[in-house]
């Protein structure tokens, strides 16, 4: 058990630019999620996986966010377009069991510090 | 939706000492779960202690421990003989099923040696 993993750990990005985050989730974890995190701040969901199967949404997820976990394994979160206003702390989760039996855990990754200038 | 209110931005304790933080939240739900997280600086959140809605009995892990009340909607975190290294950020998060967690705004603690 490594953990959950996340690339890169730092990016800066102008703005405009168009940047991609990945997480590594725990072997054989099933459910992933994705929060964001401003500075001062507690985690705000984004969006979560279950499989490969994205079942929620934020409504912070503006339609230039965009987010994949292709075969159920690692997941991707791609930013379009960047703004200032997006520059936060991307964290991911995993998780390995679902309801009902209640007893998951999120395990939280370090986290991609996203800078926009 | 569900809300999970801190009120205390930040707190502060003498080593060995004992610290109390708070939490509130709101839900009209009747079967859901509790937790403190723990942000050390530049370190990822850990998970500190858990509460099933549907048990009466407080939740303890060694020197952390809560108080659940669920009629008032208030879960407080109870940590004993503080040490060093528990300064961190803390947070207090909502949990519905397997769903998103719903987290506070947070309570930077400090410890003084």
């Known amino acids: 058990d490594t953990g959950v993993s996340q690339n890169p750990r730092h990016k800066i990005t102008k703005r405009g630019q168009n940047v991609t985050f990945r997480c590594d989730p725990i072997s054989e974890h099933n459910r992933l999620y994705w929060y964001r995190q401003t500075l001062g701040q507690g985690p705000e969901f984004l969006t979560y996986f279950q499989n490969e199967a994205q079942l929620e949404k934020s409504r912070l997820l503006s339609d230039r966010f965009s987010a994949e976990r292709p075969k159920g394994s690692f997941s991707t979160l791609e930013i379009q377009r960047t703004e200032q206003g997006d520059s936060a702390m991307y964290l991911c989760?995993?998780?390995?069991?679902?309801?009902?039996?209640?007893?998951?855990?999120?395990?939280f990754g370090p986290g991609t510090r996203l800078t926009v200038t | 939706a569900q809300t999970v209110t801190q009120s205390q931005p930040e707190m502060s304790v003498q080593e060995a000492e004992t610290v109390t933080l708070s939490c509130t939240y709101d839900t009209s739900e009747s079967d859901y779960y509790l937790f403190w997280y723990k942000q050390p600086p530049s370190r990822q959140m850990i998970l500190v202690i858990r509460?099933?809605?549907?048990?009466?009995q407080n939740a303890t892990e060694n020197r952390f421990s809560v108080n659940f009340q669920k009629a008032a909607k208030s879960f407080s975190l109870k940590i004993s003989d503080s040490q060093l290294g528990d300064a961190a950020m803390y947070f207090c998060a909502y949990r519905q099923g397997a769903q998103k967690l719903v987290f506070g705004q947070g309570t930077r603690l400090t410890i003084n040696p």
């Open positions: 509460q099933e809605a549907y048990k009466q």
């Open positions: 989760a995993s998780t390995d069991r679902g309801w009902p039996s209640g007893k998951d855990e999120q395990y």
